[in-house]
């Protein structure tokens, strides 16, 4: 059976998801739930720990290269009985038996992820590639962690998800950019073609607690050179637009209870908050 799409092409019928191990269903299995979460050193990924340890039938496990990453940023959970760090690069093959995937690894920041342009294409296409054949393995759900540079230089503002976007495939923003569509079109072949549970969050600028001070992103200058009392470097044309969001926002509505709670009460609360803020 096929469906059409909003461009006209066929698509074919998703699968179902493959069962979960049967170790999830054992009587002595001690953790209800656990979860990987790739790149949870990093600045968002270890607020999303902070969340997710929280839940004391949560076991978390963090894989991360820390290239733009800090076990600072997780000393709070180090030894914590119902959390594991590991030093592993999602480009390589990851075998362990989890209910949930949050795939966050990769530098975000244009000065890191322009730093090594090829590695950034790995980490995005390869790296997605080994998660999600990690999921299907184990029959877990995967949340993929995209990006508002997918829009490329958008020609339409804001952008709708209905938007495909403005890219240009050559430039230096490109290995990010693209490499990020890619991982997108992998979450949803994956999903059609072997029926994995997939949710992918494209993250808008975000901003707070544990941002690399020498990050190079547009918060993180402005505030350093304001405590320096240098002038603010505004790069041209200085017409630029952002959508900014507070870290704990992000983890909280846009990965946290987009990856734990169904989709229909999720498009249920975003509809319910539209209709609060569009009341205003
Ligand atoms: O010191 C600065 C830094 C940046 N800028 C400008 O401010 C705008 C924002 O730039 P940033 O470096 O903060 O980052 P961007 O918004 O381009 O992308 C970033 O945020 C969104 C995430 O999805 C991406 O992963 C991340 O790259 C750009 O137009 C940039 O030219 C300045 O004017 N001065």
Redesign the pocket.
């Given at each position: 059976m096929a469906k059409n799409t909003s461009n006209g092409e066929h698509q074919t019928t998703t699968k179902p998801p493959p069962t979960p191990s049967p170790l999830r269903n054992s009587k002595f299995f001690q953790s209800n739930m656990r979860i990987l979460v790739t790149g949870g050193a990093g600045f968002i990924g270890s607020h999303l720990v902070d969340k997710l340890m929280e839940n004391e039938k949560n076991e978390v496990i963090v894989a991360d290269n820390y290239f733009t990453g800090s076990k600072d940023n997780l000393k709070k959970w180090i030894g914590h009985p119902r959390f594991e760090l590991i030093r592993h690069d999602v480009t390589e093959p990851l075998l362990i038996e989890v209910d949930k995937i949050y795939h966050l690894a990769c530098p975000?920041?244009?000065i890191f992820?322009k730093h090594n342009p090829v590695k950034t294409i790995k980490t995005n296409v390869i790296g997605t590639l080994n998660m999600l054949g990690l999921a299907k393995r184990v029959g877990a759900r995967i949340l993929l962690t995209s990006?508002?540079?997918v829009y490329g230089d958008p020609l339409e503002h804001p952008q709708t998800e209905s938007y495909w976007g403005n890219v240009n495939p050559i430039g230096v923003r490109s290995c990010?950019d693209e490499g990020k569509r890619v991982a997108e079109t992998l979450m949803f072949d994956y999903h059609r073609q072997h029926g994995i549970e997939i949710r992918i969050a494209?993250?808008?600028?975000?901003y707070g607690p544990r941002m690399n001070i020498d990050d190079?992103?547009?918060?993180s200058?402005?505030i350093a050179?304001a405590l320096r009392g240098e002038p603010?470097?505004?790069?041209a044309p200085?017409t630029?637009t952002?959508s900014f969001c507070y870290v704990s926002d992000m983890v909280c509505e846009n990965i946290y209870n987009f990856m734990t709670i169904g989709l229909t009460m999720y498009w249920l609360l975003l509809r319910f908050f539209e209709a609060q803020f569009s009341s205003c």
């Open positions: 975000a920041s244009p992820y990006t508002s540079e990010y494209r993250i808008f600028n975000t190079g992103r547009v918060v200058n402005f050179q603010l470097t505004v790069q200085g630029q952002r």
